[in-house]
Structures are given as structure tokens and as C-alpha cells.
């Protein structure tokens, strides 16, 4: 008994696989992508506030002994009020800025500096409502929080 290969169902059934494939793929790239992709809807007033908070990585904040090294240690900044935050070395080394957990804002991405040259800043813009300590990588004894919370304006 043999199978009789040359049935119209076997073109058929070829067509329509490549026809589901092709479909499968256009949707992946047109609509999936792109939406998984996009950057959420911020208000201006958060994406520009105001004013600025600044942490100073003050001199000598290498010494393990030195109390004072994010200054302030802890820092509560308002969505929409002052939620660009700079960190500017004050000190000889380079220093970082590294959350203790991983931490992706929704519309700035990762949290988290390369190494911060003296003299030089890292500015960070929070979108959203979080809680994170962190630390300098490299001096670990280094220790800061940020807490962003609402606004007046946004809550």
C-alpha cells in the first residue's frame, strides 16, 4: 500500500503554514514589538520639574571611618516637584551609585551610574513611587536612600 503524495491537500496545507507563519511574524513586528517597547505616558510636569535635588559624594568619603559620604544619607524627592536628582563627586576617586536591588524606572530604565569621575555628576530622572537604598560599589561602607513619593501636583 502506498500513500499518494501528489493530493492537492498537501500544497494546500503548505500554503496555509506559510501563510500562518508569515501573519505570526508581521504581527511580532508591527504591533507586538513596538508596543511592548513604547515608553509609558508621563506627564511633563514630571518629566521637567522644577527643581533639583542634589547628593553630594562628598572629600574623603574613601576613608571607611568618614560618617559623611552621600550627603544626605537619605533623600525623600516628589514626583513632579524635584525628581531630577544629581550626584556630584566632591571627592578624589571615582565613586558609583548602584541601587542594593535592581531597579528600572518605567520610563528612565536601569538606576545606576558608571563611575562618577571627581568633579563629575550622574543625573537620574523617577517617574514612579519607590524606595532604594544604595551604595557605591567599589566603597562599600557608602550608603544612601531616595524615596520618591507623589506630588502636590500628582498625587
Not at 6 to 21: D, E, T
Not at 26 to 54: D, S
Not at 99 to 124: C, E, W
Amino acid at each position: 500500500m502506498s500513500i499518494n503524495t501528489n493530493s492537492h491537500a498537501y500544497g494546500i496545507a503548505l500554503v496555509a503554514v506559510i501563510v500562518g507563519a508569515a501573519v505570526s511574524i508581521g504581527y511580532y513586528q508591527l504591533y507586538y514589538i513596538p508596543e511592548y517597547n513604547a515608553k509609558p505616558v508621563v506627564p511633563e510636569k514630571v518629566l521637567n520639574p522644577g527643581q533639583t535635588t542634589n547628593i553630594a559624594i562628598v572629600a574623603g568619603s574613601v576613608n571607611q571611618d568618614q560618617q559623611q559620604n552621600f550627603v544626605p544619607k537619605k533623600q525623600e524627592v516628589q514626583l513632579g516637584v524635584d525628581n531630577l536628582v544629581v550626584w556630584t563627586n566632591q571627592d578624589q576617586a571615582a565613586h558609583y551609585v548602584t541601587p542594593v536591588k535592581s531597579y528600572k524606572d518605567s520610563y528612565s530604565g536601569d538606576f545606576g551610574s558608571d563611575a562618577i569621575l571627581p568633579g563629575k555628576t550622574y543625573r537620574f530622572v523617577f517617574t514612579q513611587q519607590a524606595q532604594i537604598p544604595y551604595y557605591c560599589k567599589v566603597h562599600p561602607w557608602m550608603k544612601g536612600e531616595i524615596d520618591i513619593v507623589p506630588g502636590a501636583l500628582t498625587s
